[in-house]
């Protein structure tokens, strides 16, 4: 959606009393945002930058939503100069490119150590610029509070799964994350029963649900499980068929639990 006036009355001040929340996404700089393209297969790096100054001059906060590719793995502090330019960010939130077509990744995709040592990166940055003081940063937020054990709202470090999170779709189709195929990961409604109900049911005897069972209980024994929390599910799920990102995505969790281990507060 692209935001004009007009959408910001409707959302601001027609709907004020729904509170709502806005998030952008855009993956840093016009370079950086190359993957994100519009209707006419043009980089959307000016159309939402546009939308940023139309926030920006009407004081509205908002999130930035950016997905770390092959192309932006050294642009750490590229991005980090980019999201500091911005005056009036929320929160910024980074995922990974972990596109997976017939177990292997695509060439676009990132694996998850080259990930993990974005978040060292850009951490390092973010940290020697004190922008903590205007805005958390996720994915080292959530673990940051797992190093202190503390709980954690981002889904990957915290024992809330894939089920606590439902996906709304087009026709009234509800689905769990939408990190899953919501073919797959479809929950059936029963209008005699409460959602809560309704999903323990779906965890009991749906098979997929029962593979991500599975990957949780893998955990069971590795020494970091109270920090990693079983990591992002969907994430492993696609992964779960190549033993080599398997233990790719292990080992780059252990990457960052070495890397932050000494923020632990006394």
Same mark, same amino acid.
């Given at each position: 959606?692209?935001?004009?006036?007009?959408?910001?009355?409707?959302?601001?001040?027609?709907?004020?009393?729904?509170?709502?929340?806005?998030?952008?996404?855009?993956? /840093?700089?016009?370079?950086?945002?190359?993957?994100?393209?519009?209707?006419?297969?043009?980089?959307?790096?000016?159309?939402?930058?546009?939308?940023?100054?139309?926030?920006?001059?009407?004081?509205?906060?908002?999130?930035?939503?950016?997905?770390?590719?092959? &192309?932006?793995?050294?642009?750490?502090?590229?991005?980090?100069?980019?999201?500091?330019?911005?005056? $009036?960010?929320?929160?910024?939130?980074?995922? *990974?490119?972990?596109?997976?077509? $017939?177990?292997?990744?695509?060439?676009?995709?990132?694996?998850?150590?080259?990930?993990?040592?974005?978040?060292?990166?850009?951490?390092?940055?973010?940290?020697?610029?004190?922008?903590?003081?205007?805005?958390?940063?996720?994915?080292?937020?959530?673990?940051?509070?797992?190093?202190?054990?503390?709980?954690?709202?981002?889904? $990957?470090?915290?024992?809330?799964?894939?089920?606590?999170?439902? @996906?709304?779709?087009? /026709?009234?189709?509800?689905?769990?994350?939408?990190?899953?195929?919501?073919?797959? #990961?479809?929950?059936?409604?029963? &209008?005699?029963?409460?959602?809560?109900?309704?999903?323990?049911?779906? *965890?009991?005897?749906?098979?997929?649900?029962?593979?991500?069972?599975?990957?949780?209980?893998?955990?069971?024994?590795?020494?970091?499980?109270?920090?990693?929390?079983?990591?992002?599910?969907?994430?492993?799920?696609?992964?779960?068929?190549?033993?080599?990102? @398997?233990?790719? #995505?292990?080992?780059?969790?252990?990457?960052?639990?070495?890397?932050?281990?000494?923020?632990?507060?006394?």
């Amino acid at each position: 959606m692209l935001l004009s006036e007009r959408w910001l009355e409707l959302l601001f001040n027609k709907y004020s009393d729904l509170a709502i929340e806005l998030s952008l996404s855009i993956d /840093g700089s016009e370079t950086m945002n190359y993957l994100r393209q519009d209707f006419n297969k043009k980089n959307s790096f000016k159309s939402v930058y546009k939308s940023i100054m139309l926030l920006e001059r009407y004081k509205i906060k908002f999130g930035v939503l950016s997905v770390v590719s092959k &192309n932006s793995l050294n642009y750490a502090r590229d991005y980090i100069d980019f999201i500091k330019s911005i005056k $009036n960010i929320r929160f910024v939130k980074l995922n *990974a490119l972990f596109n997976v077509i $017939n177990n292997k990744l695509t060439r676009e995709s990132i694996t998850p150590r080259e990930f993990a040592e974005f978040i060292i990166e850009t951490a390092k940055y973010y940290i020697f610029e004190k922008l903590y003081e205007r805005f958390p940063f996720e994915p080292l937020l959530g673990i940051l509070q797992r190093i202190n054990n503390k709980e954690s709202l981002f889904c $990957n470090y915290s024992g809330y799964k894939c089920l606590n999170f439902i @996906s709304v779709y087009p /026709g009234g189709m509800l689905a769990a994350c939408d990190g899953l195929s919501a073919n797959d #990961f479809r929950i059936n409604i029963n &209008n005699n029963l409460k959602i809560n109900e309704i999903l323990v049911k779906e *965890a009991e005897h749906n098979k997929k649900f029962e593979e991500l069972n599975k990957l949780t209980a893998f955990c069971e024994n590795c020494d970091i499980k109270d920090f990693c929390m079983a990591g992002c599910l969907s994430q492993r799920f696609y992964f779960r068929n190549n033993k080599d990102l @398997s233990e790719d #995505f292990c080992n780059s969790k252990h990457l960052l639990f070495n890397a932050f281990k000494n923020f632990k507060l006394n």
